[in-house]
C-alpha cells in the first residue's frame, strides 16, 4: 500500500467527510483532562500534545459502567432483554500506538472465554482506526521499552505522523486504503519519507531502550522485598488501573427493581480489598503487598505467558497519575537488577 501525504487543509476537509459518514471518537481537552469523545466539529480534536490522553480509549470498548441485560419476572418465567446497542461504523482518530496495542491485548483477553464478550467485539467490529505517531513522548512515556509498538503499530488502518504543514498517512490495511479515499491526498515524495524517518527516529531517541522483559520475568520473586515497598507506600486507590488502557477487572451487580431489573457490569480493579474478598470473609490478598504484587505480576509474567503479549504498553498513564509516585518503570528496573530500591 502506498503512503499519502495530506495538507493540514486536505486533512481538515478529510476530517469533515469522515463526520459525515461515521462517528468519529477524538481526544478532546476539557478542563485539563484529555478524553476520546465523539466530535461532530474537527475543531474540537486536541491532536497534538505530548504523550497518549489523560484517560485511555478502554471506555468505548468496555464503559465503566454497562447494562449487559434487563430482565422482567412474570410468574415463574424470566423475560430477558439485552441492551440496546449503537450499532453506527465509527472511527477512533488521534488514538496513539500505546492505545491500539492495548486493544490488541484486550482482544486476547476478551477471546479467551467462552463465550467470547460480545459487547466488547461488537464495538470492536464497528471501529476503524486512525491513529498518530507520538512525535513527543511525554516525561512518563516507556512504550519502547516494553515492545515495538511506537514503530510498529499495531491495530491501526492509518498512522498519521505530523510534519509541521503536512501529516505524512502510513496505510497500514486495505480498510486505510478506503478510508483515505473519502479525502484527497497526494503521494509520498523521497522528501516526505525521509522527513518521516527522521521524526520517528527523534522520537525514538526521548523513549527509554528496549527492556530485557525475558530476563525480568526470570527474576520474579514471590517474596521479593519490593512488594513490602510498594505496600507501604500504596494507597490502594485504584487510580492506575482505572487509567491502564489494559486493566479489564469487572464486577457484576444486580440492580432489582419489583418485579424487573438490570444487571450491570462495572470497573473494578485488583487493588480494592473487596475484589478478592470471598462470602465466607476470606481473603486470598488480604494486604497491599500482595494486591501491588498481583498488579505487577498480572501484566510482566502471567500476561506474556497466558497470550504471549506484554500486560503493559508503556503508555505511561500510571506513573504521571500515582498521587504516591508508584512508579511501575522503576519497579521492574529494581526487579531485573535483582534489588528493592523503589
Ligand atoms: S495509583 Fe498509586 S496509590 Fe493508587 S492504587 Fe495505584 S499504585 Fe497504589
Ligand atoms: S500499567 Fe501503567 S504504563 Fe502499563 S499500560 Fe497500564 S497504565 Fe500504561
Given at each position: 500500500m502506498n503512503d499519502r501525504v495530506l495538507s493540514r487543509e486536505q486533512l481538515a476537509s478529510w476530517l469533515e467527510t469522515l463526520s459525515a459518514r461515521f462517528q468519529v471518537i477524538a481526544p478532546v481537552s476539557e478542563e485539563g483532562l484529555t478524553r476520546f469523545q465523539p466530535v461532530s466539529?474537527?475543531?474540537?480534536?486536541?491532536?497534538?500534545?505530548?504523550?497518549?490522553?489523560?484517560?485511555?480509549?478502554?471506555e468505548h470498548f468496555t464503559p465503566p459502567t454497562e447494562v449487559l441485560f434487563r430482565y422482567t419476572l412474570s410468574g415463574a418465567a424470566v423475560e430477558i432483554w439485552p441492551p440496546s446497542e449503537e450499532d453506527r461504523a465509527r472511527i477512533v482518530f488521534g488514538a496513539r500506538a500505546c492505545d491500539a496495542a492495548a486493544l490488541r491485548y484486550l482482544d486476547a483477553v476478551y477471546a479467551n472465554?467462552?463465550?467470547?464478550d460480545a459487547l466488547y467485539f461488537s464495538r470492536r467490529k464497528r471501529t476503524r482506526m486512525v491513529g498518530l505517531f507520538c512525535a513527543e513522548p511525554s516525561?512518563?512515556?516507556?512504550?519502547a521499552e516494553v515492545g515495538d509498538?511506537?514503530?510498529?503499530?499495531?491495530?491501526?488502518?492509518i498512522q498519521l505522523t505530523g510534519l509541521g504543514d503536512r501529516y505524512y498517512a502510513r496505510v497500514l490495511t486495505a480498510e486505510g486504503e478506503k478510508l483515505l479515499g473519502y479525502g484527497s491526498s497526494d503521494p509520498a515524495s523521497k522528501a516526505d519519507e525521509e522527513a518521516v524517518g527522521k521524526a520517528w527516529s527523534d522520537a525514538m531517541a526521548l523513549l527509554p531502550s528496549p527492556a530485557d522483559l525475558a530476563g525480568v520475568n526470570r527474576r520474579y520473586?514471590?517474596?521479593?522485598p519490593v512488594w513490602e515497598k510498594l505496600a507501604r507506600k500504596?494507597?490502594?486507590?485504584?487510580v492506575c488501573a482505572f487509567q491502564c488502557p489494559t486493566c479489564h477487572c469487572f464486577d457484576i451487580v444486580d440492580s432489582p427493581e419489583g418485579r424487573e431489573g438490570s444487571r450491570f457490569r462495572i470497573w473494578d480493579t485488583c487493588?480494592?480489598?473487596?475484589?478478592?474478598?470471598?462470602g465466607a470473609g476470606?481473603?486470598?490478598?488480604?494486604?497491599q503487598k500482595e494486591r501491588a504484587r498481583q498488579r505487577v505480576f498480572h501484566k510482566f509474567q502471567y500476561s506474556p505467558e497466558r497470550?504471549?503479549?506484554?500486560?503493559?504498553?508503556?503508555?505511561?498513564r500510571c506513573v504521571a497519575a500515582c498521587p504516591v509516585h508508584i512508579d511501575i518503570r522503576q519497579v521492574v528496573r529494581e526487579i531485573a537488577k535483582g534489588n528493592s530500591d523503589v
Open positions: 466539529d474537527p475543531a474540537q480534536m486536541a491532536l497534538d500534545g505530548p504523550g497518549p490522553s489523560s484517560m485511555s480509549l478502554r472465554v467462552q463465550p467470547a516525561w512518563s512515556c516507556f512504550c509498538c511506537l514503530t510498529q503499530p499495531v491495530g491501526m488502518d520473586e514471590w517474596e521479593h500504596c494507597l490502594g486507590c485504584g487493588q480494592f480489598e473487596q475484589f478478592t474478598l470471598m476470606h481473603n486470598p490478598r488480604p494486604s497470550y504471549g503479549l506484554s500486560g503493559c504498553v508503556g503508555c505511561g
